[in-house]
């Protein structure tokens, strides 16, 4: 499998300190490292196109492709590394700030420790002037001191719905059958239910979307209580302010829980899934054992084997 893109600038320091160590003696002309890292090779170009072949190029290249939707707002294909475009222009315009909707958004599902958080909001129009005045966006753009600051205003005010999912949870349910995106879909559906239940007078149900509205619901077959009738949008956090109060209120309580986390281990546990993730991994393993990744940690992520091999 090969998977090609151009990465951004400002990834691409990031990029090359990932694969510092595992870089090879020999690069292919024009390039400015090439590594291997298990069973994948990562070549970065002069270009700034980076390539991933291997059996496991999918995995390594979706590190890299999450992180420039979450600080790029770049969407690129997978299979053909070309970025995305919303076909129709007026859906980027769209503003629901005049309808009551009900909108969800998750957070912590690039992170290798702490819990995946999925939260849903009611947001009437009269509400609309008020978090304009806060102002509301997505959780991606505020930093962790403006989400402390703000969300004990919004949840005060605003109806929301929030399911937890913890790592020891998340390793027992993960399986070939039941990826990311459908644990993903099943908590969405949770939170989504549960606010139709508080606040029925809704005009929208309006989800970030994350993955084919198909697969969505091909994920929740045999779930009891579906949510439909959803409108999937992506950089739904910009257009609905119910999204984006989903994901401000998730990003508020997953740095509650690390911050819990990070007192029960007496040192500050690292967010993401880099470099910085796998030493303190080690530190883990050394201090309490291997067990105790299975409490923190998600299992499935890289960086298990990474902290293997240290």
Known sequence: MTIVFKI???????????????????????SVFQAKEADTTITLYESGKVMFQGLSADIDASIWIDLEKKHNQRIIDIKTGKEKQTKDKEEKKQNFDNYATIGS?????????????VTATF?????ATWLHELNIMDSKKMTDEKIKEITPQIIEKIPYSTMILKPIDYNKNHTEDTNMNKIKAILH?????????????YDKIIVDQFVNPKKYYEYLKNTSNLVTNITFMPKAEDQALSVACASIISRYIFLAQM?????????PVPKGAGPLVDEYGKKIVFLYGFEKLKEIAKMNFKNTQKIKEL
């Open 8 to 30: 951004s600038d400002n990834l691409k320091p990031s990029l090359i300190k990932y694969y510092k160590d595992l870089c090879l003696e020999k690069k292919p002309p024009y």
């Open 105 to 117: 958004d998750e957070v912590g599902t690039g992170d290798y420790f702490g819990p995946i958080v």
């Open 123 to 127: 947001v009437k129009p009269t509400d």
């Open 189 to 201: 559906n949770k939170v989504l239910f549960s606010m139709k239940e508080k606040c029925p007078n």
């Open 259 to 267: 911050e819990a986390l990070s007192k029960e281990l007496k040192s």
